[in-house]
T-cell receptor, first 110, second 114 residues
Framework: RKEVEQDPGPFNVPEGATVAFNCTYS??????FFWYRQDCRKEPKLLMS???SGNEDGRFTAQLNRASQYISLLIRDSKLSDSATYLC???????????FGTGTRLLVSP | GAVVSQHPSRVICKSGTSVKIECRSL??????MFWYRQFPKQSLMLMAT?????????EQGVEKDKFLINHASLTLSTLTVTSAHPEDSSFYIC??????????FGPGTRLTVL
């Protein structure tokens, strides 16, 4: 079983739609959680950290459920510029090793 | 955020040659740098963790004699792919960690081995 699993998609949505991505992780010792965004042939960029209390940054909301080992990302009012691959990432003690999911591809169309 | 550069951005080489990739933290000192590899439609996989002034720690399945890592200063780490073969063709990305523990990624190097 992969350490971090994501639905690869693609998710095809129209502009303005709300879309949600899910991610599960297998190691209960995972300590920190993030969503990264990766554009085609580019490096990943940190989108937001994920906390148990949930956190929101503009149109983006992230949630963590430690009991179910589940992380989610909600994007409201999708923009064309949101088209990218969204990577779920977990780390362990000491923030040393980032473990990436395979990513979920989002395509927002006019 | 902090800036990390990689050079070259793209390299094409013949099978059997060695290729060196540089990773630099431009505006901060990085005691730890990381090297990842990403094959098409796959996730980034950590290859090794590089600590300044000491030997790199390689992930399981990564050949340390094939992927030579040197972290000679707080702003530079290099990855040398020795005797490259077509199966080594991939997107190699480095990251550097600043004092806040956030990792900043370089723009990546696309290696094509013919």
């Amino acid at each position: 079983r992969k350490e971090v699993e994501q639905d690869p998609g693609p998710f095809n949505v129209p502009e303005g739609a709300t879309v949600a991505f899910n991610c599960t992780y297998s190691n209960s010792a995972s300590q920190s959680f993030f969503w990264y965004r990766q554009d085609c042939r580019k490096e990943p960029k940190l989108l937001m950290s994920v906390y148990s209390s949930g956190n929101e940054d503009g149109r983006f909301t992230a949630q963590l459920n430690r009991a179910s080992q589940y992380i989610s990302l909600l994007i409201r009012d999708s923009k064309l510029s949101d088209s990218a691959t969204y990577l779920c990432v977990v780390t362990f003690t000491g923030f040393q090793k980032l473990v990436f999911g395979t990513g979920t591809r989002l395509l927002v169309s006019p | 955020g902090a800036v990390v550069s990689q050079h070259p951005s793209r390299v094409i080489c013949k099978s059997g040659t060695s290729v060196k990739i540089e990773c630099r933290s431009l505006d901060f000192q990085a005691t730890t740098m990381f090297w990842y590899r990403q094959f098409p439609k796959q996730s980034l996989m950590l290859m090794a963790t590089s600590n300044e002034g000491s030997k790199a720690t390689y992930e399981q399945g990564v050949e340390k004699d094939k992927f030579l890592i040197n972290h000679a200063s707080l702003t530079l780490s290099t990855l040398t792919v020795t005797s490259a073969h077509p199966e080594d063709s991939s997107f190699y990305i480095c990251s550097a960690r600043d004092g806040s523990n956030e990792q900043f990624f370089g723009p990546g190097t696309r290696l094509t081995v013919l």
